[in-house]
């Protein structure tokens, strides 16, 4: 029997004093939140500071882990993202993210063209208080079942 291998990824939907959110633009898949890969030997968090400081040169300080997703289409992946809030630093574009900024609250979706970034925000930004666990497929994309917790 083969072992599963899931790539294991972290986001964070992050907000300034203003209560804007941070939005970086990637190549392929248009605007979204910063997430990454966590790199073998790497904690979550640690990954988390990581992916945020390279793709927006900012600082964070990490809030609750308000949802995690399973892909289950190939290459299978679970996204743990959190909420978060600015700590330090000046917005830096990179290779990455040739684009970035701070963004209102309403501003938020209508820059958001890809669904399953559309469905992450979406559940980001309506989080209250129970962490909410999706599992979903990316092509077509499709929510196959979700629980709070």
């Known amino acids: 029997m083969n072992s599963p291998k899931h790539i294991l990824v972290v986001g964070a939907l992050v907000r300034n004093a203003a209560g804007q959110i941070l939005l970086i633009r990637h190549h392929r ?7 990454g890969r966590v790199e073998e030997g790497e904690g979550l968090l640690d990954a988390l500071h990581r992916e945020v400081r390279e793709e927006s040169g900012i600082d ?10 399973s892909k289950t289409d190939a ?12 700590h330090a630093g000046t917005l830096q574009p990179s290779d990455e993210t040739p684009e970035l900024g701070w963004f209102d609250v309403a501003e938020v979706m209508p ?3 890809h669904p399953v970034s ?6 980001l930004l309506s989080f209250k208080d129970r962490t909410i666990f999706r599992t979903y497929t990316a092509k077509p ?6 629980t709070r917790l």
């Open 29 to 35: 898949r248009g605007w979204e939140i910063p997430q």
């Open 60 to 69: 964070i300080i990490p809030g609750p882990l308000a949802a995690v997703f």
């Open 75 to 86: 290459p299978a992946a679970l996204i743990f993202t959190f909420l978060a809030n600015y």
């Open 111 to 113: 820059q958001i063209s």
């Open 118 to 123: 559309r469905d992450r925000i979406e559940t």
């Open 141 to 146: 994309f499709t929510i196959k079942n979700e």
